[in-house]
């Protein structure tokens, strides 16, 4: 789960609405079949960087 926020920026806010919907359920899965869904931390930060990239889009 990399993109980065480059890519990010280019992203409609409702693209990153449904994105940042994705991560969270990774998220959630990591949280409960860590073996299946292990990029638990990396996701974190990926939905950081969503979060913000949609913030600005908002501005």
Do not use: N
């Not at 990010?8 to 991560?23: F, G, N, P, V």
């Not at 949280?31 to 869904?37: I, M, S, T």
């Not at 931390?41 to 889009?57: L, P």
Request: no cysteine.
């Amino acid at each position: 789960m990399s993109s980065g926020l480059t890519t990010m920026k280019r992203l409609e806010t409702s693209r990153l609405e449904e994105y940042a919907a994705e991560i969270t359920l990774y998220r959630w899965l990591a949280a409960r079949l860590p073996h299946w869904f292990p990029d638990a931390e990396s996701a974190t930060d990926e939905y950081k960087q969503v979060i913000e990239a949609a913030k600005r889009k908002i501005k």
